[in-house]
């Protein structure tokens, strides 16, 4: 790497190095006649510097209303920490325009809710649930109108009554082997569910 004489000192910078990594270099001057070389020295870049990431949602309705309710220090975005954080779905479901919400593949990002329930999206097309869920409760899907398939995480142990209700689109679900309970009636007025 070329150096910047400063004096009896010499500077050089590089980029893109890999944190947490030992560097070794040795430094040499030239007139083109004479050089001069200094002992090989090693250097180490520290930890990666942290960095709250925010998560980029691909429908604005459920962008908004996940700010709206969930953004711990009110900087305008959703952090995967704060997500993370997120126990209950209660606020959101008392939303009246969460009928407006297509897609919510960004619930993954959820990962300490264990109880499922957000009736009435009507429009809801795609989503994915968190690994860790353990429960979908009563209603949790009631009036899905949109959504054709839909896979619960293999953590699920209980799927309770009216959890997949007049889900009028629904084609083909994909229960766990997890799965311990499925109450009766879990599945209801769901017309098209063939698989």
Known sequence: LPCKAEGTRFFTTSEGLTYETDYYYCAYISNGINEVRSE????????????????????????????????????????????????SLEKLREEVN????????????FTSLKVFSLPGCHNMKHVTLPEQLETIDEEAFSEWNSIEELDIPDNVRRIREKALHQMTALRR???????KQLSTFAITYCESLTE
């Open 98 to 109: 969460r009928k407006n919400i297509v897609s919510f593949n960004e619930l993954k990002y």
């Open 173 to 179: 679900v994909n229960l766990p082997d997890s799965l």
């Open 40 to 87: 090989v020295e090693m250097f180490s870049t520290g930890e990666e510097p942290f960095f709250v990431r925010n998560i980029e949602f691909e429908d604005p309705y459920a962008e908004l209303r996940c700010i709206r309710h969930y953004d711990g220090n009110d900087d305008g975005y959703l952090s995967y920490e704060e997500a993370a954080e997120v126990t």
